[in-house]
């Protein structure tokens, strides 16, 4: 069973830094990208940032510049590092991550956490 853990939510005022971590716990697979996504009140589900196995990154043009995202393989977390925060960044962040089995070769899932609040106020 696989299972994301967040944490580093909060409420910051414009200008201020967050750090969230996400942790996948389980067994008998490898991580093949992990990233972060978010969601504001009446808006869809977006990319934030996402890292690949092979480093690969992607940020949202919105975040470009302001927010880093890293990995520690050991430790199967990736992290958000957000500066400069803005009152546009908040919403709900979820992490995803991409699975590959073990056993079974060139099959994917994907797997999300429960989400943690980030609140930008002016």
Do not use: H
């Amino acid at each position: 069973q696989v299972q994301l853990v967040e944490s580093g939510g909060g409420s910051v005022q414009a200008g201020g830094s967050l750090r969230l971590s996400c942790a996948a716990s389980g067994r008998g697979f490898s991580i093949n990208a992990m990233g972060w996504y978010r969601q504001a009140p009446g808006k869809q589900r977006e990319l934030v940032a996402l890292i690949t196995r092979g480093s690969s990154i992607n940020y949202a043009d919105s975040v470009q510049g302001r927010f880093t995202i890293s990995r520690d393989d050991a430790k199967n977390t990736v992290y958000l590092q957000m500066n400069s925060l803005k009152p546009e960044d908040t919403g709900v962040y979820y992490c995803k991550a991409t699975l590959e089995p073990s056993l079974v070769r060139g099959i994917e899932y994907d797997y999300w956490g429960q989400g943690t609040q980030v609140t930008v106020s002016s």
